[in-house]
């Protein structure tokens, strides 16, 4: 469900279409005034969220935490996180050949 989520929900056209409408007001985004050293939880699975232009004179740092594995034990997840691991272990040997 996640990777069907994201494939539906973070592309270009969906953002660029949600953008648009924003722009138009036809959706009413939720903009957060965030205070430095406030602590803000939300659940990702339920908005789609973005970062807004920061301050280049400003540091921004971001911490993300995740309790749990939603997918645990799904097959599809399993067969992706298998070939990751073969593609790297072939990176991997085909670096240290050279």
Known sequence: MN???KAACQNGVT??????QAFR???????????PGNLYVFWDYRTLH???VCDPDQLRATA??????????DP???RVHR???????TR???????
Do not use: M, W, Y
């Not at 036809?26 to 005034?33: D, K, S, W």
């Not at 993300?64 to 034990?73: A, E, K, S």
């Not at 070939?83 to 272990?89: H, M, P």
């Not at 991997?92 to 050279?98: E, I």
């Open 25 to 35: 007001k036809r959706v009413a985004p939720q903009r957060l005034e965030l205070v």
């Open 15 to 20: 953002r660029r279409v949600l953008a648009s």
């Open 92 to 98: 991997q040997l085909t670096s240290s050949a050279a």
């Open 3 to 5: 990777i069907a989520e």
């Open 64 to 73: 993300l935490f995740h309790f749990g594995d939603p997918h645990l034990g």
């Open 50 to 52: 973005g970062n807004d």
């Open 76 to 78: 599809l997840v399993q």
């Open 83 to 89: 070939r990751v691991e073969r593609a790297g272990r």
